[in-house]
Nanobody
Framework: QVQLVESGGGSVQAGGSLRLSCAAS????????MGWFRQAPGKEREGVAS???????NYADSVKGRFTISQDNADNTLYLQMNSLKPEDTSMYYC????????????????????WGQGTQVTVSS
């Protein structure tokens, strides 16, 4: 049974930083495409960053240069380092993983991912 558990969300002032973590279990982590998504109230869930094991990451234009996605195979954890946070980054952030038959590219389309965590809230105040 695949489980993705996010942590690290919180409240921060604009310009601050947070690091989100996603602990994965029951998943073939050594060869995985995983991503971070976010959803604000009343808005669609959007892709933020994604990566396939050992590959080049993909970022949404809105976070390029500020966010960094990384994987730690030793402890099966996906990270999202978020710097220079802005109020518009306020959202629930979700970790997601593709199935083994998924497209082996770091896509930012939510429908490419079949496993999801419960989310962690990030609030950025101005």
């Amino acid at each position: 049974q695949v489980q993705l558990v996010e942590s690290g969300g919180g409240s921060v002032q604009a310009g601050g930083s947070l690091r989100l973590s996603c602990a994965a279990s029951g998943y073939r982590y050594s060869r995985a495409c995983m991503g971070w998504f976010r959803q604000a109230p009343g808005k669609e869930r959007e892709g933020v960053a994604s990566i396939c094991s050992g590959g080049v990451p993909n970022y949404a234009d809105s976070v390029k240069g500020r966010f960094t996605i990384s994987q730690d195979n030793a402890d099966n954890t996906l990270y999202l380092q978020m710097n220079s946070l802005k109020p518009e980054d306020t959202s629930m952030y979700y970790c997601a993983a593709k199935g083994t038959g998924g497209i082996w590219r770091p896509t930012l389309t939510r429908y490419d991912y079949i496993f999801w965590g419960q989310g962690t809230q990030v609030t950025v105040s101005s």
